[in-house]
């Protein structure tokens, strides 16, 4: 072996687990690994994780807040409105400063996979080029997966559909679209079915933005499922943000839910988002924002949390740690019971992982090795602490390690350290 992580938990409860490392996969996964390596890790206990990954985030607008202006009002139309004043004056190398600032951020929280959006709405696509240069510098430490995303509208731009075609040429990834956005429903309509079509003729995945609002009678997750059956686009497309689904009355919910199930969708919520910016007309009671996603879990569809914004138009917080949106789901959604924070915990890490397709993803034989040892004994703990990442190996190789964080009392007949870990 060329590494070993001797005595860890894993996020499915096996305790004592060494995980021996060979070149750039994992060799074996087992109690008393009979092997030995250069470098061996003793976890003592500690969780062992695949790295997180982050199904939905703005890589272009990342680390923006206050330029040209702060959202005064928190509201996600004053937020796009803040990004068309500020898009004309970002020049490549801003794109890629930024990006690649935030990737070393992500990487130091073992967040080692990310799908991002990219605005496709600037006239000279200076964010995608940007973006897919910055995508080949950071493949050999995170995988960058790019969402070709018409900001302004694929039909309400003049060069929304130009635009969009020639992103896709240039090798952005997935396809991308925000029907709510159109001018009318029909219209909203109208971009799923072309955006679908064009997925299918090009054998791409889609991730739409899909029901960004408060209004219940915004239908546009029903057109992207039936555009998922009726093209055999299923288990490649993903609804993101779905918030109109919060005020949805339960009858409809329901039906819409089943024809998510039919058509295999995705679904991505961002619950950091979500919660700021819907609900901004409401009194009291004000709405929560996040979409169902205690029912969608239990309906059986692959539910993932991401960021959507880090220091942007629209979010003025956020640190790249993913179980910082666990955490807040858990609370947004209810979802205290444990198997509950422990399907929280798997929307942030093996949820995404399919979302994006990843290869080789996991704990098992074979897999990457890619891995994070966290300072915390289970997936409920992590999500209580978002702890210190004490290892992050990607391919085999550790790339950001940490030590371990305690504070020191100086209290008579107490212990000396505390690090808020039960153990």
């Not at 994780?49 to 607008?61: E, R, Y």
């Not at 969608?296 to 179980?323: E, K, R, T």
């Amino acid at each position: 072996m060329d590494l070993i992580l001797r005595g860890g938990t894993l996020p499915d409860g096996r305790k004592d687990i060494d995980i021996g490392i060979e070149g750039t996969r994992i060799a074996a996964v087992e109690v008393d690994l009979p092997a030995s390596a250069p470098e061996e890790i003793p976890t003592h206990g500690r969780l062992i994780t695949p790295p997180f990954v982050d199904a939905h985030f703005h890589m272009d607008a990342t680390l923006t807040a206050g330029r040209p202006r702060h959202n005064a009002t928190g509201t996600l139309l004053e937020g796009i409105a803040i990004w068309e004043e500020l898009k004309p004056s970002l020049r490549h190398d801003d794109y890629v400063a930024r990006a690649l600032r935030y990737c070393d951020w992500a990487v130091a929280r073992g967040l080692l996979a990310i799908r991002s959006h990219v605005d496709t709405t600037d006239p000279e696509l200076t964010g995608v080029t940007a973006l897919l240069e910055v995508r080949e510098q950071v493949k050999d430490y995170l995988d960058l997966q790019l969402v070709a995303f018409p900001q302004d509208g694929y039909l309400r731009s003049p060069i929304g559909i130009g635009n969009l075609n020639k992103a896709l040429d240039m090798g952005v990834d997935v396809v991308g679209g925000i029907p709510h956005f159109e001018r009318t429903q029909a219209e909203g309509t109208e971009s799923v079915q072309l955006l679908c079509k064009i997925a299918a003729e090009r054998g791409l995945r889609v991730d739409m933005h899909c029901d960004e609002t408060d209004d219940p009678s915004s239908r546009h997750v029903e057109t992207l499922v039936s555009e998922t059956t009726r093209l055999g686009l299923q288990g490649r497309v993903a609804g993101s943000h779905l918030t109109s689904m919060h005020s949805m009355d339960n009858y409809y919910a329901g039906k819409l839910i089943d024809l998510m199930v039919e058509a295999d969708l995705h679904v991505v919520a961002n619950p950091t988002a979500n919660l700021l910016l819907m609900g901004r007309r409401d009194t009291y009671p004000k709405r929560r924002g996040m979409t169902r996603v205690p029912e969608l879990i239990a309906a059986g569809l692959n539910v993932s949390l991401g960021q959507d914004s880090v220091m942007d138009p629209w979010g003025p917080l956020n640190a790249a740690d993913m179980l910082d949106v666990a955490h807040m789901a858990v609370h947004a959604g209810h979802l205290s019971g444990r198997d509950e924070i422990r399907a929280c915990f798997n929307a942030v890490t093996e949820s995404p992982a399919r979302t994006l397709g990843l290869d080789g993803y996991g704990l098992e034989p074979g897999c990457h090795a890619d891995l994070v040892v966290l300072q915390a004994s289970d997936p409920v703990e992590a999500i209580r602490l978002r702890p210190t990442r004490l290892f992050v190996i990607r391919r085999g190789r550790i790339i950001a390690r940490s030590e371990e964080s305690e504070v020191n009392l100086d209290i008579p007949g107490r212990p000396s350290t505390t690090d808020f870990t039960i153990q």
